[in-house]
């Protein structure tokens, strides 16, 4: 069986497109910010009236603390204003129906292109890439609420920063937050989906056989009275 280039595009799209977005939605950057405090290096063991800078990034389960140029750092689950936040669990809800509608349209793909045989199943091939597509489109939903409302989630506060002694951390000044990296992979990642499923769902045609005989639409047969 010939295999079109866009099955094959396709087939390699899909899981592409998957990892990328699970990638982002288990990494704590989809946002990030940093501030300074003056006069608490001692806090850290670094000299008295010293700076600090803390970079501050928050993913959709994780949020993360560190001291710019240190190994103090400090993660935990999104808590408080940030995980009640509705836009928040829509984009939570959004992303997980997006790696299962994925990953089941990868399977009906898989099972549709039969390999091993000469005959695909198109229809099943062709509802894996709707599929796949379709959760393109959600997790791209999910990544516009989410950026679009990106300054406006809450930002909560570790309730336990036992690496940071004697660092207030509910005295921090406001944070400029802007866009961070596993954002971007989750863009690149869902376009990619959505292009491996449409490419499943118009890659499984009809094979047509160019070098065979064409057959007559209509087979015509005359019928002879024979006499005896």
Not at 111 to 137: S, Y
Not at 167 to 181: D, E, F, I, M, Y
Request: net charge positive; glycine share 14%.
């Amino acid at each position: 069986m010939h295999t079109p280039a866009s099955m094959v595009t396709g087939i390699v799209f899909a899981p592409l497109g998957l990892v990328l977005v699970f990638t982002a939605a288990i990494t704590p950057q989809w946002r990030e910010g940093q501030a300074r405090l003056g006069g608490v290096g001692r806090a850290v063991g670094g000299a008295k009236g010293a700076e600090l800078l803390l970079l501050r990034s928050d993913g959709l389960w994780e949020s993360c603390l560190q001291v710019a140029h240190s190994e103090l750092r400090e993660c935990w689950p999104v808590s408080g204003p940030y995980q009640r936040d509705a836009r928040v669990r829509a984009a939570q809800g959004l992303v997980l129906s997006s790696l299962f509608l994925c990953g089941a349209g990868i399977v009906l793909a898989s099972i549709g292109l039969r390999c091993w045989t000469e005959t695909p199943l198109r229809n099943v091939a062709g509802a894996g890439g709707l599929l796949v597509a379709l959760g393109g489109v959600l997790g791209l939903a999910a990544l516009g609420v989410y950026t679009h409302h990106l300054q406006e989630l809450g930002v909560e506060l570790a309730s336990t920063m036992s690496e940071f002694r004697g660092l207030n951390v509910h005295k921090l000044p406001s944070l400029t937050l802007r866009p961070a990296g596993s954002l971007y992979f989750g863009w690149v990642g869902a376009w990619v989906q959505v292009l491996g499923g449409v490419a499943l769902l118009f890659g499984f045609r009809r094979p047509q056989c160019p070098s065979c005989p064409k057959r007559a639409d209509t087979e015509r047969a005359e019928v002879y009275e024979v006499s005896y």
